[in-house]
T-cell receptor
Framework: EPEVTQTPSHQVTQMGQEVILRCVPI?????FYWYRQILGQKVEFLVS????????KSEIFDDQFSVERPDGSNFTLKIRSTKLEDSAMYFC???????????????FGDGTRLSIL | AQTVTQSQPEMSVQEAETVTLSCTYD???????LFWYKQPPSRQMILVIR??????QNATENRFSVNFQKAAKSFSLKISDSQLGDTAMYFC???????????FGTGTRLKVLA
């Protein structure tokens, strides 16, 4: 069964550095998402992406964050200048869309653990 | 704003027994979807079961079933004949029609004991 894949599984970065988290969604999916989970807290929505643009973003997704689908297969999350509080597990998800059916679930990757030092 | 509450941080159950995980949510919406996801240790989240709010019939997937009480805004998950492989973190999620983003609960860590 096709899966969403995320790389790397663990990223350690110095505070203030830029980091790029990578995701390869399931190939025929059209909607893409990033979520994060700070240790011990709930999974929080960051951003959704459809048709090469952001469709919705949360308050967490400020100017330090950006997303891109550079080559039609990868879906990346960039954090420009990382802060200690960016340390979290970041999950990518994708979803197939079929006209008239809106209850199709999101498929999640294994996550990238981001540690900011 | 919608919120999802899972009041049981941890639960355990004996193998072959039945366990119920609770989930409540708060919304003023009438059309939405509810999901239960399972996250085994060091693995990705996997969909367990989904429920459309407009359907009165409770969803069932093999050993997994839900008790959806729309008026009470409750969406509990029942696991029958628990297996060791059911050991995982279980997340309840709410999705409003049209937005497609999930609002998650804090999760319940379930341990199935041999």
């Amino acid at each position: 069964e096709p899966e969403v894949t995320q790389t790397p599984s663990h990223q350690v970065t110095q505070m203030g550095q830029e980091v790029i988290l990578r995701c390869v969604p399931i190939s025929n999916h059209l909607y893409f998402y990033w979520y994060r989970q700070i240790l011990g807290q709930k999974v929080e929505f960051l951003v959704s992406f459809y048709n090469n643009e952001i469709s919705e973003k949360s308050e967490i997704f400020d100017d330090q964050f950006s997303v891109e689908r550079p080559d039609g297969s990868n879906f990346t999350l960039k954090i420009r200048s990382t802060k200690l509080e960016d340390s979290a597990m970041y999950f990518c998800a994708s979803r197939f869309s079929r006209q008239g059916i809106s209850n199709q679930p999101q498929h999640f990757g294994d996550g990238t653990r981001l540690s900011i030092l | 704003a919608q919120t999802v509450t899972q009041s049981q941080p941890e639960m355990s159950v004996q193998e072959a027994e039945t366990v119920t995980l609770s989930c409540t949510y708060d919304t003023s919406e009438n059309n939405y979807y509810l999901f239960w996801y399972k996250q085994p240790p060091s693995r990705q989240m996997i969909l367990v079961i989904r429920q459309e709010a407009y359907k009165q019939q409770n969803a069932t997937e093999n050993r997994f079933s839900v008790n959806f009480q729309k008026a009470a805004k409750s969406f509990s998950l029942k696991i029958s004949d628990s297996q060791l492989g059911d050991t995982a973190m279980y997340f309840c999620a709410f999705m409003k029609t049209g937005t497609y983003k999930y609002i998650f609960g804090t999760g319940t860590r379930l341990k199935v004991l041999a």
